[in-house]
């Protein structure tokens, strides 16, 4: 198989090849595809009971503020730099 690239992404790809990201464009390639062939087949069944259990505590009240919202992201995100 032959496959050409516009030259934007032809460099893209090879800066992430000599990054070691890809052994190859046939590594990348093979990547690409095999992830784009899981989120074609993933229905997010997974996450109806997640979004079954938010709507639930908002509608007991449950929520918080964007900045309360926004402060734990920001603690989470730090504890993982450490």
Do not use: C
């Not at 990201?21 to 993933?42: C, K, L």
């Not at 259990?53 to 007991?60: D, I, P, Q, W």
């Amino acid at each position: 198989m032959h496959i050409s690239l516009p030259a934007e992404q032809e460099r893209w790809l090879q800066r992430k090849i000599a990054n070691g990201e890809f052994q190859s464009a046939e590594d990348a390639f093979r990547q690409f595809i095999a992830e784009r062939m899981v989120t074609e087949g993933d229905d997010m069944a997974w996450a109806k009971p997640l979004v079954d259990e938010a709507r639930a505590a908002v509608a007991h009240g449950d929520t918080s503020s964007l900045e309360e919202a926004e402060l734990d992201i920001d603690r989470a995100l730090a504890s993982l730099k450490r």
